[in-house]
């Protein structure tokens, strides 16, 4: 369990790294050293050790996107909001 808890910090240090070159890049402060252990490195470390670790497509119970979307349209609320996600496709 220590290594791969290990291998999954060396995973967020590489990524804070790649993250600190590029906020330099663009003129952002980067005094803030801290690490942060996300799922991303989690799931890098177990994959080494032949684990898929992945979040699930989908959430039981979970409406699909597009039935929202219809019933916000539907009511009249929701328009602009629909339109911005229109948008962005």
Same mark, same amino acid.
């Given at each position: 369990?220590?290594? +791969? $808890?290990?291998?999954?910090?060396?995973?967020?240090?590489?990524?804070?790294?790649?993250?600190? =070159? %590029?906020? *330099?890049? =663009? &003129?952002?402060?980067?005094?803030?050293?801290?690490?942060? /252990? %996300?799922? %991303?490195?989690?799931?890098?470390? /177990? *994959?080494?050790? &032949?684990?898929?670790?992945? *979040?699930?497509?989908?959430?039981? &119970?979970?409406?699909? +996107?597009? @039935? +929202? %979307?219809? $019933?916000?349209? @539907?009511? !009249? $609320? !929701?328009?602009?909001?629909?339109? =911005?996600?229109?948008?962005?496709?």
């Amino acid at each position: 369990m220590q290594q +791969v $808890a290990d291998d999954a910090y060396r995973c967020a240090v590489q990524r804070n790294q790649a993250q600190i =070159k %590029e906020k *330099k890049d =663009k &003129g952002y402060d980067t005094r803030d050293k801290r690490i942060v /252990l %996300e799922n %991303e490195d989690l799931a890098a470390a /177990l *994959k080494d050790y &032949g684990v898929n670790f992945h *979040k699930p497509p989908y959430f039981v &119970g979970a409406v699909p +996107v597009d @039935e +929202v %979307e219809d $019933a916000s349209t @539907e009511d !009249g $609320a !929701g328009d602009a909001a629909a339109k =911005k996600r229109k948008a962005r496709r």
